[in-house]
Each structure stands twice: as structure tokens, then as C-alpha cells.
């Protein structure tokens, strides 16, 4: 099983870039079919898939988000990280990492997820 | 966006009671349909993937059925440890989705 892990900066001033880590650890982090994601959740509300990277490189964004957003993956370092700028009190939520399972179109769902990080967005 | 339809949102219930959380999707999304669960403070768990499968370790309490654009989770023998919030997902297209969730409370 693998264990995630998700780290960052905290609190971030409105117009700023929120950015996060998430360092991975007990598994291969190149595994065919794994996409590394992202998932929030706003206080008292619920789920919504961010976006993810396959370990290639291949990127897939939340069309909400997409203008705002920036995935990237460091396989040497078995880290993936979450850009997002322009932020307002609306993009303060609990940041989940997590992994997707998608092979050959199938299953499709989260298996692992780290243990999530609060980011305020406030002045 | 495929919109997912959770119901009811919440739920009293008592230990031992027979649950059942229904979802409905917007279009066809079958089979790609999974629950999770969510304790307070705590990241989801993957209950039941692909409608009806089961996650290893999971209780066979769980089960899950449906087709389409209706999907139906069931608890059977409700437990003290199922007190929690649960999602529907769904993985048929982009951007993925998720219910609204339902919480299940002790009556």
C-alpha cells in the first residue's frame, strides 16, 4: 500500500500561487496505470477531483480549474506538486493527494490518498 | 460535467439497521461508479469500485449494485465503525465527479 504524503507553505495571501507536495513512498512510482492526483475539499462541503499527471508526464485538468492550474511530477524524487495562482477565499479547502487507477480504460477509481492539508487563503 | 445526485443526504440510524444510500448520475456512467467513505477529519476510503466490487479488507457488510445512472450502496447490520460521511464517484468521463455525500448518523 502505498503511503502519501502532502506538504506546503501554509496559509496564502489572496493573488498569490498556492503550492503543494506530495511525496510518495512504498510503492513503484512509475506503476502502469497510476495517475497521481489531486482532490479538495472545501470546508463543510464535498469532493472535487483537481487534476492529475501520469508518470510520463501527461497531464489532466479540472476544466473549472485549468487556467489557474499546474501539475508536474518528479519521479527521482517520487514527488508530484500542485501549482495554483490567482487564489481567492474560495480555493481554501483540505488538499488531498492521492492515486488514481486507470488501466486499459478500466477500474478508474482512488485507491490511496494522503492524509490531506488545510490551505487558507486569507489577508 | 456529469452531475452526481446523492440521497438522502443525511440519515439516523441505529446498529444492526439495513442502510441504503442511493446515487444518480446525469447520463450512463456504468460501470464506473465507486463508493467511498469519510470519517471526520480523515481522507475518504475506497469502499466498492466498478458498482459492486469489493476493496480488499473492506466488510462484507458493504455491497453495492446498480446500472446506468442509478447506483445504490447498502450497509447491512450497521456497525459503529459505519458512522460516517459517504460518496458516490464517478470515473466514466472527465472531469470526474462526486455526489454531494450522505451522513450517516447514530439515531
Known amino acids: 500500500q502505498l503511503h502519501l504524503q502532502e506538504s506546503g507553505p501554509g496559509p496564502v495571501k489572496p493573488s498569490q500561487t498556492l503550492s503543494l507536495t506530495c511525496t510518495v513512498s512504498g510503492g513503484s512510482r512509475t506503476s502502469e496505470g497510476y495517475y497521481w492526483s489531486w482532490v479538495r475539499q472545501r470546508p463543510g462541503e464535498g469532493l472535487e477531483w483537481i487534476g492529475y499527471i501520469y508518470y510520463s508526464g501527461d497531464t489532466y485538468y479540472n476544466p473549472s480549474l485549468k487556467s489557474r492550474l499546474s501539475i508536474s511530477v518528479d519521479t527521482f524524487k517520487s514527488q508530484f506538486s500542485l501549482k495554483l495562482n490567482s487564489v481567492t477565499a474560495a480555493d481554501t479547502a483540505v488538499y488531498y493527494c492521492a492515486t488514481y487507477y486507470d488501466i486499459n480504460n478500466y477500474y478508474r477509481y482512488f485507491d490511496s490518498w494522503g492524509q490531506g492539508t488545510l490551505v487558507t487563503v486569507s489577508s | 460535467d456529469i452531475q452526481m445526485t446523492q440521497s438522502p443526504s443525511s440519515l439516523s440510524a441505529s446498529v444492526g439497521d439495513r442502510v441504503t444510500i442511493t446515487c444518480r448520475a446525469s447520463?450512463?456512467?456504468?460501470?464506473?461508479l465507486n463508493w467511498y467513505q469519510q470519517k471526520s477529519g480523515k481522507a475518504p476510503k475506497l469502499l466498492i469500485y466498478?458498482?459492486?466490487t469489493l476493496q480488499s479488507g473492506v466488510p462484507s457488510r458493504f455491497s453495492g449494485s446498480g446500472s446506468g445512472t442509478d447506483f445504490t450502496l447498502t450497509i447491512s447490520n450497521l456497525q459503529p465503525d459505519d458512522f460516517a460521511t459517504y460518496y458516490c464517484h464517478q470515473g466514466y468521463s472527465l472531469p470526474q465527479t462526486f455526489g454531494q455525500g450522505t451522513r450517516v448518523a447514530i439515531k
Open positions: 447520463q450512463t456512467i456504468s460501470p464506473f
Open positions: 466498478l458498482t459492486s
